[in-house]
């Protein structure tokens, strides 16, 4: 398999990093991440750079938020009676994960008032600018990787990878 199409499995190391140069996920020390292209599971820009790039290419992309994982929304952010609080110290900036209809979500904690707290449940990246350098190491029709290992979705990551390029 020459390039990168729809369908294909595309295994890739990668580096992400935000317009000031640093690193917010890498998979530098870890297998590569695999995903079949257009199958949903991984954020629209990143699936559409490597359509088109050969085994061992390398190429730096840059994602705008709407590419990306979206401008941030008010509409995620949520007001909590403090009494949930009580006897969980808990601090403004510290990740919290809530049970969802839908299964585990997390949220960022941004402020702590007497009677409140407010939890943003956009995702850290949300309204963020991305760089990704990417090298396609393997092509496949098939998946390479054990199933339930990295599984990512555009709102989360499973156990086994940080973020989803």
């Known amino acids: 398999m020459s390039k990168v199409k729809n369908g294909v499995f595309v295994q890739l190391h990668y580096t992400g990093t935000l317009e ?11 297998p590569p991440l695999e995903f079949q292209v ?11 750079a490597v359509i088109d790039m050969a085994l061992n ?15 941030p929304r008010e509409d995620l952010k949520r007001d909590f009676p403090a009494s949930m609080l ?6 403004v900036g510290q990740q ?3 049970e969802s209809p839908h299964g585990p ?9 007497p009677d409140k707290f407010v939890v943003d ?11 990704f350098m990417i090298k396609v190491v393997g092509i496949s029709d098939t998946p390479t990787q054990p199933q339930g290992g990295c599984s990512c979705t555009p709102s989360s990551c499973s156990s086994g990878c940080d973020s989803c390029g």
């Open 38 to 48: 257009g199958g949903g599971g991984i954020i629209q820009g990143f699936n559409d």
């Open 57 to 71: 290419e390398e190429k730096k992309v840059v994602l705008t938020p709407d590419q990306a994982y979206g401008q």
């Open 20 to 30: 000031d140069d640093s690193v917010f996920d890498s998979s530098d020390g870890r």
């Open 105 to 113: 979500v997390s949220g960022t904690v941004l402020s702590i008032e």
């Open 96 to 98: 919290l994960r809530f």
């Open 86 to 91: 009580e006897g969980h110290p808990v601090e």
């Open 121 to 131: 449940f956009n995702h850290p990246l949300a309204g963020k600018t991305l760089a």
